[in-house]
């Protein structure tokens, strides 16, 4: 990307900068929560599923909201999960940032690795702590604590969360 601003600025463009600028600042509030990765989205929805939400669905949908997301509120995840009912399970991720990426947690981590391998439904508003903190010294690592299997997990959801935000390179 240029540095320097074309005569008249494309939203790409725009875009573009403030996530390059805000990324400098946090890896957590940078592409995502400034769109980086929906505000450049060519694709428009042709219809438009707008209820009613009453049936019972094969496949219960897995719902993971954040406590404190600025794009999707933990409340938007309340409300959907109420309209599910039965078909839906909510975890709520105590964490920042837009998506249950942008923090790694084990506990979703695991919730979702139950769901989609063995079928197996977290019970309706387990609430998971993260295993990252907020802002982080630059050469932090992750705790040397946990189990191979823990810290295999935790490594695939910070690999996912630093590919969904957009990063190239991940801290270790």
Avoid at 79 to 87: E, I, Q, W
Avoid at 129 to 146: C, G, Q, R, V, W
Wanted: charged share 20%.
């Amino acid at each position: 990307m240029s540095l320097r601003s074309p005569s008249t600025p494309s939203i790409d463009y725009l875009v573009g900068r403030l996530v390059e600028y805000t990324q400098k600042l946090s890896r957590r509030f940078g592409s995502l929560e400034w769109g980086g990765a929906c505000a450049t989205w060519k694709g428009k929805s042709k219809e438009r599923f707008a209820g009613p939400f009453n049936h019972t669905l094969n496949a219960p949908i897995l719902i993971i909201g954040n406590t404190a997301d600025p794009v999707t509120p933990l409340i938007n995840a309340k409300a959907v999960n109420g309209m599910l009912g039965n078909s839906s399970r909510l975890i709520i991720q105590d964490g920042y940032g837009h998506c249950s990426l942008a923090m790694a947690s084990l506990c979703t981590g695991r919730a979702m690795r139950n769901y989609f391998l063995h079928g197996e439904l977290p019970r309706n508003g387990l609430v998971c702590a993260t295993d990252e903190i907020l802002f982080p010294p630059k050469n932090a690592t992750l705790a040397s604590a946990y189990s191979a299997e823990d810290a295999y997990l935790l490594d695939l959801l910070r690999t996912a969360g630093d590919g969904f935000h957009g990063h190239r390179h991940r801290r270790r």
